[in-house]
């Protein structure tokens, strides 16, 4: 008897286990992306986001950019908003410990230091703000643990690497609900 409930219970999760789609089955080619050294200044960046992002009618979600080394292992990513942040004076960043003034005040100070201080900050490299790849997940992972990983550190892309080593996609957190919500809604 044991060993009939035991093979069941096997055969109830090798079904399962069969349902989860893969990480290969849902991730996006690097290509969709742009890529930029991580010396590359905002600046630089920002011309290569417009012209690859936002002059395409077919632009990924979320809009990145991927950031490279030298031997091309990626370094980490940057979204729109990151390069938009990059730009923000230091001194009108919210603060834990500094009282907050109301965001009309705030964006009219950001407007007459925009021209000035903005376009210094965007000399900066890419590298200061890009948020680290840290995070990966192979080809043959299950989609839930992308879902997991993505949750618990607050990312909406995550590098896709074979054998620990290349690079050979990205699975993004659009893809990763899609197949996720598929899996309920049908059961």
Known sequence: ???NCHTAKAVALRRAMQ???KIQDIMVGI???PHVPYWFSISQTIKIARASLMGSKKSPDPMAVLVF???????????I??????LEPRFLQASAHAPVAG????SLIWDTLFSG???ELAEKQVSDLMTPAKIFVEPGDSVTKAAYLM???DQILLPVLENGRKLVGLVRFLEVFDTISDQIIME
């Open 1 to 3: 008897m044991k060993i």
């Open 19 to 21: 349902k989860i789609k």
């Open 31 to 33: 290509f969709d992306y």
């Open 69 to 79: 080394d030298e031997k091309y292992n990626l370094m980490g990513t940057l979204t």
């Open 81 to 86: 908003r990151d390069l938009l942040r990059g």
């Open 103 to 106: 965001e009309a005040e705030l």
């Open 117 to 119: 201080q903005s376009k």
């Open 151 to 153: 949750l618990h550190n």
